[in-house]
C-alpha cells in the first residue's frame, strides 16, 4: 500500500529525472487491480510534473476496475492510455 511518505519518496524521483532532461513517463499499472484517491493524487502529480516539463504519462494496462475510477473521476480524459509500452514509446518519439 503507498503511503503518503511513498508518494513523497516516489515525486522527489520524478522531479529528479526531469532535472536530467526527462519529461515523458510510462507507468505500467497492469498489476494495479485497487486504486484510491492517494494512488489518484500521485498519478495527477506526475501527469503535472511532466506537462509542466514540456511532456507527458501514459498509463500502460489499466484494469478494469481501475479503469472505472479513473472514468469515474473524469481522469480519463486528461491521462493518454496505451495498450503497451511499445505503444507508449513510439507516441513519444513522434511528439515534437
Known sequence: ML???GISD????VESH?????????CDISGLS???????NLF?????KSRN????????GMQPTVRQLF?????NEIFTTCASVEEALGR?????
Open 34 to 40: 485497487y486504486c484510491n484517491s492517494t494512488g489518484l
Open 18 to 26: 526531469i532535472a536530467k532532461g526527462a519529461k515523458n513517463w510510462v
Open 53 to 60: 516539463a514540456g511532456g507527458d504519462c501514459a498509463l500502460i
Open 10 to 13: 516516489v515525486i522527489s524521483g
Open 71 to 75: 472514468e469515474l473521476s473524469k481522469l
Open 92 to 96: 513519444y518519439n513522434t511528439i515534437a
Open 44 to 48: 495527477v502529480r506526475i501527469l503535472t
Open 3 to 5: 503511503s503518503d511518505d
